[in-house]
């Protein structure tokens, strides 16, 4: 039991240090949306992966990368709302994977482990690819943390500053993009958002600063990966949906504290 789950502990104990602190901009950008479209996307991704005959995981990666340049380009070319594009490319690439996924002959997809993750897949030679990722993306959050949070505060006074406002949300688009590829084989494609959202909007109630609120989600985030992977192992569900559980348990008990006026 040890073995299994050990892997799957570690995995998610990195994944909070960059999911906690992306999902405070989730958070405060408003950008849920833009989390669902790009895990939604997943599908399509996976199924590319198995016909190019390449790893589904890092096809998953490229594609949601690809996506979130192409909704940057779109948002700068046309004049459609962000949610508008959003929902395009989200229900089409969805509609896509599933079309692909069909058309694939004499191959069995084990679907249920990419929408909702799976435990057993997670192993010890895994942990280098997702550490380097989270290197990448926790080393981008921490450089470009002063423009990306005073883009975030106030748009037009970090404009008169210099700060280039497209440039900061094209990086934040790509690193979002980046974990949710990364997270994606420990939550799965449907549920990976609420790993972003839930620990920051639990955070939020007890935070003052802009960096309590990252580390308390942290540790949110790491309460939630602890429970989960315990309630996984003694009941045999889900290893990511009782994550995903965990932490809205603790966004549940966040709400008897009353609100600072």
């Known amino acids: 039991m040890f073995e299994i789950l050990f892997p799957a502990l570690l995995t998610g104990l990195l994944l909070s240090l960059i999911t906690a602190p992306l999902g405070a901009f989730v958070v405060w950008r408003k950008m849920a949306y833009f989390g669902d479209t790009l895990s939604h996307s997943a599908l399509l991704g996976v199924a590319l992966g198995i016909w190019l005959q390449i790893n589904p995981y890092l096809a998953i990666v490229i ?11 779109l948002e700068s070319k046309t004049s459609f709302s962000a949610d508008t594009l959003l929902g395009i490319i989200a229900h089409s690439c969805l509609s896509l994977g599933v079309v692909t996924v069909g058309l694939l002959k004499n191959v069995r997809v084990d679907l249920m482990s990419y929408l ?12 280098p690819y997702i550490g380097g990722g989270v290197i990448l993306v926790l080393g981008s959050l921490i ?22 406002i497209a440039r900061m949300r094209f990086i934040l688009m790509i690193l979002t993009a980046l974990t949710i590829a990364l997270s994606m084989k420990f939550v799965g494609a ?16 007890f935070a003052r600063t802009p960096e309590s609120m990252v580390i308390i989600a942290i540790i ?3 309460l939630s990966v602890f429970g989960g992977l315990l309630l996984s192992a003694f009941y045999d569900t889900a290893a990511g949906p009782s994550v995903v559980l965990c932490s809205a348990f603790l966004f549940a008990l ?7 006026l």
């Open 63 to 73: 594609l949601t990368i690809l996506l979130a340049v192409l909704m940057v380009y």
């Open 116 to 127: 909702f993750g799976d435990l057993l897949a997670i192993t010890l030679s895994d942990l």
């Open 143 to 164: 450089y470009c943390w002063r423009p990306l949070l005073a883009t975030t505060v106030s748009p037009e006074l970090a404009q008169v500053e210099g700060i280039n």
């Open 190 to 205: 449907l549920i990976i958002t609420s790993l972003l959202i839930i620990p920051a909007a639990t955070a939020r109630r």
């Open 220 to 222: 949110i985030s790491q």
């Open 254 to 260: 966040s709400l008897l504290k009353k609100e600072r």
